[in-house]
């Protein structure tokens, strides 16, 4: 017995103690108890309970929102803050220097000397914020935006750096926000989708559908992309008149009810009839919303949307009204994407060799519709409990790529901000060094940025969760911390 007992661990002696058996015993009653309390008073992680027939039922917040509904606007490719919202007059002081201690090689090459910002910088509001002269019209918005000048990503190649930003994680197959979001909440149209996704009219992002995607949350809450020059397809049934549609939808209700009703418990029955009768409502309410000819003249003028001598800013400024118009119909997230996928800068912000030049054409399509968007959506009111969001994947670094004119990613700092419901407005927030390289004060990986989305439409991140492989998944993963400092 004793030679055993000494072939034995140090743990596996400890087992054979009577005291501490007993006492490792009552601890684990006590866990146990405290687990009970906690899940009692809801403080451990839950998930929202589905209904597969009815998926999207409005469903309550852990506590009270300041949100009820969400736009996200997604600038692909990294726009640079560097040449929008972070001001740095020490840049400009050390233009045509190389800089001390950095990097000799970023992601695309050897670093050339550091560059002033390719715009005037000008103080703007009552609040005198610094922005760039390269989007005046949004820049007439700085005393209703908080800004983040300290976010940070896990990533410095476009399409993981997309997924941090979208669902939380650098990897493929994770759920996207705007999913996270409708399984958690529903929605209070049952017409309309609760998460649209429009893409851009030059193309869609670097990771295509992973930003609107469900991962490993149901399918039903996934993001339905639509745009003002592409629509829902299939929605109307060819060769069929209304009457006849109508007749053929009430035909295969009975079906459907007949045949749950043999098989009560079969959840993907009940998930796939819910989705054929949101489409066939969406029959009658997508046209409807898709139709901007009931928009007045002025509205279309003041987004750009009449512009002929800018296709793709009209396109543009067309997507911004559906958007608004989703809102107002009461879409629960709406993902509004500027910039399609990598291209040398041709058709995103990815603005390695010509940034200059090429940011002249991006921010004329951005800079106008976004603004007016925002502004009209103030005028209705939506702002009150409407969520704006306005974000970038990654920022730029402050000296040129060597024999080029544009600048290479960054993920060490960069700037996003939020405006409308539950924001404090005209804030700035965290900093990054003197130069715009790297954040340094309240520092914020982008885990922080998605907690505080969350919380504004009354969630708390940590308890909001998916079991997925044997692990209580969410959008945070085991990260992220509400920043208070920029909310009301």
Not at 182 to 209: C, H, K
Request: net charge neutral; glycine share 8%.
């Amino acid at each position: 017995m004793d030679q055993s007992r000494s072939q034995l661990s140090g743990q596996g002696r400890q087992l054979l103690d009577r005291r501490r058996f007993l006492s490792d015993s009552a601890t684990a009653l006590g866990s146990i108890a405290l687990l009970d309390l906690l899940a009692g008073d809801q403080l451990l992680a839950d998930s929202p309970e589905i209904n597969p027939a009815r998926p999207f039922a409005p469903r309550k917040p852990h506590f009270p929102a300041k949100a009820k509904r969400v736009v996200v606007i997604f600038c692909a490719g990294a726009v640079s803050q560097l040449e929008t919202w972070d001001y740095k007059p020490e840049l400009i002081r050390q233009d045509g220097q190389p800089l001390k201690g950095g990097p000799a090689v970023t992601f695309q090459g050897p670093a050339g000397d550091l560059a002033r910002p390719q715009y005037k910088f000008r103080q703007r509001g009552e609040n005198g914020k610094w922005v760039s002269d390269m989007i005046p019209h949004l820049a007439e918005l700085t005393d209703d935006i908080a800004f983040v000048h300290s976010l940070t990503s896990k990533s410095n190649t476009h399409g993981p750096a997309e997924n941090f930003l979208s669902t939380g994680t650098p990897l493929d197959g994770f759920p996207s926000l705007g999913s996270w979001v409708t399984y958690a909440m529903g929605t209070e149209n049952q017409n309309l989708p609760a998460y649209v996704a429009i893409p851009d009219p030059r193309g869609v992002p670097q990771n295509g559908s992973n930003n609107w995607g469900p991962g490993f949350l149901p399918a039903a809450f996934q993001g339905t992309t639509l745009s003002s020059k592409k629509p829902i397809r299939h929605l109307s049934a060819p060769a069929m008149s209304s009457e006849s549609d109508q007749a053929a939808r009430s035909l295969l209700q009975r079906m459907n009810e007949r045949h749950q009703e043999q098989h009560p418990g079969d959840s993907k029955l009940s998930a796939r009839i819910a989705s054929y009768e949101l489409a066939a409502r969406m029959q009658l309410s997508v046209p409807e919303i898709t139709d901007l000819s009931s928009e007045p003249a002025h509205i279309l003028k003041s987004y750009g949307a009449d512009d002929e001598s800018n296709p793709n800013r009209a396109a543009f400024a067309r997507n911004c009204i559906l958007a608004r118009r989703m809102i107002e119909s009461g879409v629960r997230f709406v993902q509004l994407f500027n910039g399609a996928y990598a291209s040398g800068g041709r058709l995103n912000w990815d603005g390695h060799n010509k940034l200059k030049e090429q940011y002249d054409e991006h921010a004329a399509i951005l800079d106008q519709p976004t603004a007016a968007m925002i502004k009209d959506m103030k005028a209705r009111g939506l702002l009150e409990d409407t969520l704006v969001v306005w974000c970038t994947e990654f920022g730029r670094m402050p000296f040129f790529q060597k024999g080029s004119k544009g600048r290479d990613h960054n993920p060490d700092g960069f700037t996003c901000w939020m405006t409308g419901a539950g924001v404090k407005p005209g804030v700035s927030h965290g900093m990054t060094d003197e130069l715009g390289q790297k954040a340094v004060e309240h520092v914020h990986p982008l885990y922080d940025f998605n907690a505080t989305i969350l919380h504004l439409l009354g969630f708390d991140h940590e308890r909001l969760t998916f079991r997925h492989n044997g692990i209580d998944r969410r959008l945070t993963n085991v990260e992220g911390h509400v920043i208070q400092e920029i909310l009301s």
